[in-house]
T-cell receptor, first 116, second 115 residues
């Protein structure tokens, strides 16, 4: 399978703990995005990378959230001191950016986080 | 404030009939629009897109129409099939000042196609 892969699929953690999610994009894709989706809402943008550079972050992304893409391949999203409001589906997507051409995002199946 | 609005949370259609899903947007800078389909426990899957220089794009049973003056787009599925039952998300994007392209999503419409 050459699609976007996310690990783990589910994570249950206690409030105050740190969690880390991993995303492996489609191999030739140079852009990687993180979105968050809660019940009844559409995906909300968190941050994105072009290669290893983090180019934009949403105002939704508090300082407890950090994302990395160290070698321009896989990415990790860490949430420190989790809160119950962090419970959501965390979606990773990738795309191939060439000049100014639009390219659709390809999503993984997400990591569902439950904070108890 | 929602920039992309899908005002119908659900739609029920008979198999073989047309399904029409609607989407409105408020940001006049949006220049690229996409529809995604999402099954339970899966991530959204890209379905079809349209650039603002066009008013229609067709791919098999799926057609997207764009009315820029009304800031409105719609997805037509003809004929509808039970396998089309899913949540459909409308998304729109514009390049940011930093040269980024970041799609903004609506809340989705749940389509049920009855056999």
């Amino acid at each position: 399978d050459t699609g976007v892969s996310q690990d783990p699929r589910h994570k249950i953690t206690k409030r105050g703990q740190n969690v880390t999610f991993r995303c492996d994009p489609i191999s030739e894709h140079n852009r990687l995005y993180w979105y968050r989706q809660t019940l009844g809402q559409g995906p909300e943008f968190l941050t994105y990378f072009q290669n290893e550079a983090q180019l934009e972050k949403s105002r939704l992304l508090s300082d407890r959230f950090s994302a990395e893409r160290p070698k321009g391949s896989f990415s990790t999203l860490e949430i420190q001191r989790t809160e119950q409001g962090d419970s959501a589906m965390y979606l990773c997507a990738s795309s191939l950016f060439l000049t100014a051409a639009h390219s659709p995002l390809h999503f993984g199946n997400g990591t569902r986080l439950t904070v108890t | 404030d929602q920039q992309v609005k899908q005002n119908s949370p659900s739609l029920s259609v008979q198999e073989g009939r047309i399904s029409i899903l609607n989407c409105d947007y408020t940001n006049s800078m949006f220049d690229y629009f996409l529809w995604y389909k999402k099954y339970p426990a899966e991530g959204p899957t890209f379905l079809i897109s349209i650039s603002s220089i066009k008013d229609k794009n067709e791919d098999g049973r799926f057609t997207v129409f764009l009315n820029k003056s009304a800031k409105h787009l719609s997805l037509h599925i003809v004929p509808s099939q039970p396998g089309d039952s899913a949540v459909y998300f409308c998304a729109a994007s514009a390049y940011t000042s930093g040269g980024s392209y970041i799609p903004t999503f609506g809340r989705g419409t749940s389509l049920i196609v009855h056999p």
